[in-house]
């Protein structure tokens, strides 16, 4: 099976076979991933105590110059996989006893994870967690089978998404899709032990410098949505990669201060319900080895 791909916001309609890489994603049309595992680098919320079984996908329609996953988001590496076999993957991540199954970067695989979760009783959320770059129409067909979004809100201004992801459209593309999360799984819902159960969480990691970026970020999820109704995660963990000498203001860490400003921004401004980082969190501990564990 071959398909013409516009499934994503590119739009560049690269032929992508099951197995045939094709497109800026440069990914097949069959899943392709390179570890599935309890996963404890997520919020509280996402990770509780047990762990989210989080499942990570090689390759991205996005292509941050930034990405901390560049090793796996820039081609096809790992093992891929059939429908059947990533149902069977969830399957066995759910009975390791994980709060939830936790797609990480899985937008250009969505036309096999949907059919992959059609029918499937996990009887634990599945969690979308995206670069927030994302088509309407194709979350349209996750409709019912996701319980949780968990959307970047990367960039406010179009400039620096132009610059740092070659996606000037990113800040609108990004709020549409957003606003079709909450339409499809409306306000925030907890366990009694303070895990998602169903709902949106927001994350946006602030960048060395960007304190619009980032207080526009905070104001579009405390205007656009009803109090109490989204969670929001601001993200100090920016980690300098190598390969950036074309980008010098992005060659060092989080200044304190803009963390410190941001946060207590936040805390006046933002959503009521959410999280922020420590500085301490800019480090490169937080990256999982993506070595074939649980494949």
Known sequence: MEIICNDCPRRCGAKRGEKIPGGLCASPLLPTLVRAAPHFGEEPCIS???GSGALFFSGCN???????????SRKSVGKTLTVTELRD?????????VH???LVTPSHFSRAIAKALEGLELGIPVVWNSSGYESVETLKRLEGLVQIYMPDYKYSKSALAKRYSLAEDYPRVAREAIREMFRQRGAFVMDGEGILQSGVLIRHLILPGEDLNSMDAIDFAAEEFP????LFSLMSQYTPMPGLEKFPELQKPVEPELNERLCAYMARYGPADGYWQEGSAATGEMIPAFDGTGL
């Open 62 to 72: 996005l292509r941050c110059v930034f990405c901390q996953n560049r090793e796996i």
């Open 89 to 97: 993957l969830m399957l066995r991540l759910r009975d390791q006893g």
């Open 227 to 230: 109090e109490g109704s989204v």
């Open 48 to 50: 509780g105590t047990r």
């Open 100 to 102: 939830n199954i936790n």
